[in-house]
């Protein structure tokens, strides 16, 4: 069974610019989640989606957002990039079979940005 | 808010150690615990979870972690340390009614496991 998958791998960007990561979740997980890692705030929650619909957020500004679609494939956007955003932005996917039964979240190798 | 601290940035261990790394937790609610390992350039495996039950959770690798509600603690163990464990570590907490969801994690700042041959 194929595992979380993020593309691309590295991206560099001009700060100013936009930028689109995309995350393919394993094969019947439903719930993604985005995270940012930098070396001085760590990981950092930034959205989860389930179903299409956004189910919570991180607090980020308006700027990062993100969308889920029907596959359960998910793309996050980041507008304006500031040289802050350089980081590694990690995709995880989870089952969630039940709601009351939490299932392991899944995580990809990331996307790293660089902002220059 | 929760929070999560891990004592030690960096912890070095000679190979065939005791491994002990420490996680503390704030949380208003009985959180779900979770401990992570991260390999350079890769993303984030779970190790073991504890959500609810037994106190003493053991997971992959040989690690193993005890929830102490009394002391807010998830400390992590191994009896002994390979080569193979070098890596960073992450502890989390999840409130498990936070909106619904369960993946909402809050991480600490991590600890970098050296082992020495």
């Known amino acids: 069974k194929a595992g979380v998958t993020q593309t691309p791998r590295y991206l560099i960007k001009t700060r100013g610019q936009q930028v689109t990561l995309s995350c393919s979740p394993i094969?019947?997980?439903?719930?993604v989640s985005w995270y940012q890692q930098t070396p001085g705030q760590g990981l950092q929650f930034l959205f989860e989606?389930?179903?299409?619909?956004?189910?919570n957020k991180g607090n980020f500004p308006g700027r990062f957002s993100g969308r889920q679609f029907s596959n359960s494939r998910s793309e996050m956007n980041v507008s304006t990039l500031e040289l802050g955003d350089s980081a590694l932005y990690l995709c995880?996917?989870?089952?969630?079979?039940?709601?009351?039964?939490?299932?392991?979240?899944?995580f990809g190798n990331g996307t790293r940005l660089t902002v220059t | 808010a929760q929070s999560v601290t891990q004592l030690g940035s960096h912890v070095s261990v000679s190979e065939g150690a005791l491994v002990l790394l420490r996680c503390n937790y704030s949380?208003?609610?009985?959180?779900?615990l979770f401990w992570y390992v991260q390999y350079p350039n890769q993303g984030l495996q779970l190790l073991l979870k504890?959500?609810?039950?037994?106190?003493l959770v053991k997971g992959i690798n040989g690690f193993e972690a005890e929830f102490k509600k009394s002391e807010t603690s998830f400390h992590l163990t191994k009896p002994s340390a390979h080569m193979s464990d070098a890596a960073e570590y992450f502890c989390?907490?999840?409130?498990?009614?936070?909106?619904?969801?369960?993946?909402?994690?809050?991480f600490g700042k991590g600890t970098l496991l050296t082992v020495n041959p």
């Open positions: 995880a996917s989870s089952l969630e079979a039940s709601r009351t039964i939490w299932s392991p979240l899944h």
């Open positions: 094969s019947g997980h439903r719930s």
């Open positions: 989606y389930f179903s299409e619909t956004q189910r």
């Open positions: 949380s208003s609610v009985p959180p779900y």
């Open positions: 504890y959500t609810t039950g037994a106190t």
């Open positions: 989390a907490v999840s409130d498990p009614n936070s909106g619904g969801s369960n993946y909402k994690l809050t």
